[in-house]
């Protein structure tokens, strides 16, 4: 993992890769131009024999061998001055952790600048510089076997130089834990299905015991006899049993309430007798995105010691196809009692979540309850790869977790839970079946039947939890761990 630490400013002690920012023309900040003066204009000089215009997210890079402490400098676009904020910083710094890799070189060195028009405060600069970094090493390289040392990753030490370096002293382990969290989520969508299956899962949440988190799992025998038709049936036809994983964490013992949160864990989605058209069916091993989120939030609070109470759920299922798999057609009764025919076998997250929340609403009674899921193709459709959707029926949680999307650069668009949207049942209480029009709310208003009065929002995180063009993550290294870190930054607001 790298290590990034702080160091006060001081542009003589930048050295091995350096990495300075320009605004839009190609305009050197203020440390990175003092930088440049000290070593006789060699960066500015080299800018103008370039075309390189500080463009956000472009980089322009050279080796610089006469240079005693220094062997190359990488200089990152920010864009335009006044538009700048984290969400900037972090993706600038994303892109220039990737071009230090290109460099090969292990460690970087860089100031966290005070920018004209930039009303970001430097602390906040400086850790999104921080979690840009940390994001952007990411490579899941696991199964490639005789990696040389040239083909892995090269950045091992990154050191920030900031005016608030006591201050950022103190975050960086709290990034750095949050990191952990956001890259096992990562970790558990790239790893294909044949190993992360919902046993995997179990052994994975059983580690965080260590971090004091309390592991409950249910195995079918006991769903079945709680009555979780719903979910059971979409895992029927796996020879991988079904798994609830409910994961518990006491960071405030003063008070017994908790908030939940719940992640779709379909290990690998088929679509069942609905079966998926074979392009793009293997993407579905990321279908399992949202518990995926769900741990890594675990791990993550655990590991920051946050002062929080939160119940983590996970539904762990693959919904495959044998003879005894579930038809079009079935009608379930739901933990509810609620009774649902199927529409369309592969609209089967919201089945695994509406047990997995009706139950633990049942049994836990949290004060809020967020469920997150790779849900439906309509809302990648709507969204693309730079938000996710927001549904809620409570204005405060929808404006809470916009709040902390915004902060942690995992941005959420509200769309409308309208009863307009619901599916109409021919013969049961609810049908599971979707529309390509509007479908991400037809899912989400079904959702809504399952948690009764209790506050609740759903993010519906279908494209931006996997693929090329989600931030921080590249083609090969797909998984974003989208939601991780929105959880610990919404939970953590209530902290005593
Ligand atoms: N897992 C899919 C949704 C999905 C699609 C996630 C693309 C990530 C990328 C979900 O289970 C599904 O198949 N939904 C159907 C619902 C429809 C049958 C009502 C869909 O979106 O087409
Ligand atoms: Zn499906
Ligand atoms: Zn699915």
Request: include cysteine; proline fraction near 3%; aromatic fraction near 6%.
């Amino acid at each position: 993992m790298l290590k990034v630490s702080a160091a006060s400013v001081d542009v003589k002690n930048l050295s091995k890769c350096v990495v300075l920012f320009a605004t839009k023309g190609a305009t050197l900040a203020p440390e990175s131009a003092k930088f440049d003066k000290a070593h006789g204009g060699l960066v500015s000089k080299a800018l103008k024999k370039s075309r390189f215009q500080g463009d956000a997210e472009s980089t322009f890079s050279f080796a610089t061998p006469s240079l005693d402490k220094v062997d190359s400098v990488v200089v990152v676009g920010l864009g335009e001055a006044d538009k700048l904020g984290t969400y900037t910083w972090r993706r600038a710094c994303i892109v220039a952790s990737q071009e230090v890799n290109k460099q090969f070189a292990a460690e970087a060195t860089l100031v966290a600048e005070n920018i004209k028009g930039d009303k970001t405060k430097e602390l906040e600069v400086a850790k999104a510089i921080a979690e840009g970094f940390h994001m952007g090493v990411y490579k899941f390289d696991r199964f490639k076997t005789g990696q040389k040392p040239h083909q892995q990753v090269s950045l091992k030490k990154l050191t920030i130089q900031a005016k608030a370096e006591s201050d950022l002293k103190a975050e960086l382990p709290l990034v750095e834990a949050q990191t952990e969290g956001v890259n096992l989520a990562r970790d558990l969508v790239n790893l294909p299905p044949n190993i992360a299956n919902p046993d995997y899962m179990v052994e994975v949440s059983k580690e965080l015991a260590k971090d004091g988190v309390k592991v409950t799992v249910l195995g079918e025998k006991q769903m079945e006899k709680l009555g979780m038709n719903c979910l059971l049936a979409v895992g029927r036809a796996s020879h991988q049993e079904s798994r609830l994983i409910v994961m518990k964490y006491t960071g405030n013992k003063k008070s017994k309430d908790y908030k939940a949160i719940v992640g779709k864990g379909v290990m690998f989605d088929s679509g069942g007798y609905n079966l998926k058209p074979s392009q793009g069916m293997a993407m579905m091993k990321g279908d399992m995105g949202g518990a995926a989120a769900v741990m890594g939030a675990m791990k993550a609070l655990a590991k920051r010691k946050s002062k929080v109470n939160v119940i983590g759920v996970c539904g762990c299922v693959m919904n495959m196809i044998d003879g005894n798999g579930f038809l079009p057609s079935d009608i379930l009764t739901s933990y509810s009692g609620k009774t649902v025919e199927i529409g369309n076998t592969d609209a089967e997250g919201r089945l695994v979540l509406a047990d997995a929340m009706s139950y633990i609403i049942d049994k836990e009674k949290p004060t809020e309850i967020i469920d997150i899921a790779t849900l439906t193709g309509a809302c990648m459709v709507a969204l693309g790869g730079s938000y996710a959707g927001l549904f809620s029926n409570s204005e405060k949680m929808a404006e809470g977790l916009k709040e902390a999307g915004d902060t942690v650069g995992e941005r959420l668009w509200r769309l409308p839970i309208d009863d307009a949207y619901a599916a109409k049942p021919l013969l049961a209480d609810l049908n599971n079946d979707g529309s390509r029009f509007g479908g991400a709310s037809t899912a989400a208003v079904f959702l809504k039947n399952f948690v009764g009065d209790t506050p609740w929002a759903h993010l519906d995180i279908a494209g931006v939890g996997i693929g090329e063009k989600i931030p921080g993550t590249s083609p090969v290294d797909g998984a974003s761990g989208f939601g991780a870190k929105i959880f610990v930054n919404y939970l953590e607001k209530d902290a005593s």
